[in-house]
Nanobody, 126 residues
Framework: QVQLVESGGGLVQAGGSLRLSCLAS????????MGWFRQAPGKEREFVVA????????YYADSVKGRFTISRDNAKNTVYLQMNSLKSEDTAVYYC???????????????????WGKGTLVTVSS
C-alpha cells in the first residue's frame, strides 16, 4: 500500500510560481511511475504531467508545456512539480498518483491508477 501526501499548494498571483511536492511511503517508490493530475471546480479531472520510475522520461499536457517541470528524487521518495508563469486557468486541486503501468499514468483522467493523494489546492488570482 502506497500513501501519497501532497504539499505546497496555496494562493499565488498570475505570473507567479509554486512548487508542489508529493511524499510517498510504503513499497519502493522507485518501482512506480508518477503523475500529477488536477481538477478545477465543475470540471473533470485532467492529466498534467508524468514521470517514469527512473525519472528519465517525462510527458506533459500541452497546456503546461514550457511552464511546468516535473522531477523526482527516489532517495527522498518525493516527486515535485515546479509551476511557473501560472495562469488563472491553472487554479485547481492538484493530485499526485502512482502506478506501475506507464500507460495508465499518461491516460486522460488517470482512471484506474493504483494510488492517489488527497490533493493540494492551487489558486491563481488574476
Amino acid at each position: 500500500q502506497v500513501q501519497l501526501v501532497e504539499s505546497g499548494g496555496g494562493l499565488v498571483q498570475a505570473g507567479g510560481s509554486l512548487r508542489l511536492s508529493c511524499l510517498a511511503s510504503g513499497p519502493p517508490f522507485s518501482t512506480y511511475h508518477m503523475g500529477w493530475f488536477r481538477q478545477a471546480p465543475g470540471k473533470e479531472r485532467e492529466f498534467v504531467v508524468a514521470i517514469s520510475r527512473s525519472g528519465g522520461t517525462t510527458y506533459y499536457a500541452d497546456s503546461v508545456k514550457g511552464r511546468f517541470t516535473i522531477s523526482r528524487d527516489n532517495a527522498k521518495n518525493t516527486v515535485y512539480l515546479q509551476m511557473n508563469s501560472l495562469k488563472s486557468e491553472d487554479t485547481a486541486v492538484y493530485y499526485c498518483a502512482a502506478d506501475r503501468t506507464w500507460g495508465r499514468v499518461i491516460s486522460g483522467t488517470g482512471g484506474g491508477m493504483d494510488y492517489w493523494g488527497k490533493g493540494t489546492l492551487v489558486t491563481v488570482s488574476s
